[in-house]
């Protein structure tokens, strides 16, 4: 695992996000190294997808400022910020349904294909052999997230917790050093949540940085080496996995003010 004494692939600062006079994002501040794990919890509102919306360029931040690998990407298109090294997942799939599985994925290395429109047009050598390099390395990140379903089939035909794990490869497609993952055990059963927990191991092997919003408590708690945690916007607590679950301010953020020992075991999901 990289040191803290070396650069942050990600670093947001103060991050501030207004809709009028209310406050999404209030202050958010906080690093991401290679291979890290950090995930951003909080109750439902806290401000977790504006956070992400704002670091991928979907939205403008009202104040603060977003560094990928030493470069302000505050202001940048989303586009742009994918092209530095940062992809993402979303909390609603956004696959292209009438597409099959496999163009699916192929979809996420646009930015690094080198070809054309001439080549396109003309199917030259350098457009036929980036067409077969791409569907090599778009099966390979198929395998990778262990898919199952029918690779040359419509994408909106694959059972949901498939349909994750082409959204995920599709992420991975674009080569990022730095993913962004949206609640992406939603709707998953037990069985896939304990498949995407290795997957997120694996992941992180790669040395990709992952930075994780989950309202899973257990898979959060897991697979985190660092927890970020929002309520109202304002980030209410930053530490390891353990610091956070007996963080008094978590506790009520999640429970309430009359938290009995129970509640805290259910925090501590010991």
């Given at each position: 695992?990289?040191?803290?004494?070396?650069?942050?692939?990600?670093?947001?600062?103060?991050?501030?996000?207004?809709?009028?006079?209310?406050?999404?994002?209030?202050?958010?501040?906080?690093?991401?190294?290679?291979?890290?794990?950090?995930?951003?919890?909080?109750?439902?509102?806290?401000?977790?997808?504006?956070?992400?919306?704002?670091?991928?360029?979907?939205?403008?931040?009202?104040?603060?400022?977003?560094?990928?690998?030493?470069?302000?990407?505050?202001?940048?298109?989303?586009?742009?910020?994918?092209?530095?090294?940062?992809?993402?997942?979303?909390?609603?799939?956004?696959?292209?349904?009438?597409?099959?599985?496999?163009?699916?994925?192929?979809?996420?290395?646009?930015?690094?294909?080198?070809?054309?429109?001439?080549?396109?047009?003309?199917?030259?050598?350098?457009?036929?052999?980036?067409e077969r390099e791409a569907t090599d390395e778009a099966n390979r990140w198929l395998d990778f997230v262990g898919l199952r379903g029918d690779r040359g089939g419509l994408a909106r035909n694959l059972p949901y917790?498939?349909?994750?794990?082409?959204?995920?490869?599709?992420?991975?497609?674009?080569?990022?050093?730095?993913?962004?993952?949206?609640?992406?055990?939603?709707?998953?059963?037990?069985?896939?949540?304990?498949?995407?927990?290795?997957?997120?191991?694996?992941?992180?092997?790669?040395?990709?940085?992952?930075?994780?919003?989950?309202?899973?408590?257990?898979?959060?708690?897991?697979?985190?080496?660092?927890?970020?945690?929002?309520?109202?916007g304002r980030e209410i607590a930053d530490g390891t996995p353990d610091e956070v679950r007996r963080d008094s301010a978590v506790i009520e953020a999640y429970?309430?003010?009359?938290?009995?020992?129970?509640?805290?075991?259910?925090?501590?999901?010991?």
């Amino acid at each position: 695992m990289s040191t803290r004494e070396s650069v942050p692939l990600l670093r947001v600062q103060d991050l501030h996000l207004d809709f009028g006079g209310v406050k999404a994002v209030d202050g958010l501040t906080f690093q991401v190294y290679e291979d890290d794990v950090l995930s951003l919890v909080g109750p439902n509102g806290a401000g977790k997808t504006s956070a992400f919306n704002c670091i991928t360029g979907f939205y403008k931040p009202t104040g603060g400022s977003i560094t990928l690998h030493g470069t302000d990407i505050t202001r940048l298109r989303p586009s742009a910020i994918a092209a530095r090294g940062m992809s993402r997942t979303f909390q609603n799939l956004r696959l292209f349904g009438e597409l099959t599985v496999l163009d699916n994925v192929r979809a996420g290395m646009h930015l690094r294909l080198r070809q054309n429109a001439l080549d396109a047009l003309l199917h030259t050598p350098r457009f036929r052999r980036t067409e077969r390099e791409a569907t090599d390395e778009a099966n390979r990140w198929l395998d990778f997230v262990g898919l199952r379903g029918d690779r040359g089939g419509l994408a909106r035909n694959l059972p949901y917790g498939e349909q994750r794990r082409v959204e995920i490869a599709r992420a991975l497609a674009c080569g990022p050093k730095v993913l962004l993952l949206d609640e992406p055990a939603a709707g998953l059963n037990y069985g896939e949540k304990g498949e995407l927990l290795d997957l997120l191991q694996r992941i992180s092997g790669l040395g990709i940085a992952i930075v994780l919003i989950e309202h899973d408590m257990d898979l959060v708690m897991q697979v985190s080496r660092r927890v970020v945690v929002l309520n109202f916007g304002r980030e209410i607590a930053d530490g390891t996995p353990d610091e956070v679950r007996r963080d008094s301010a978590v506790i009520e953020a999640y429970l309430g003010r009359d938290d009995d020992e129970e509640d805290e075991e259910m925090m501590s999901h010991e």
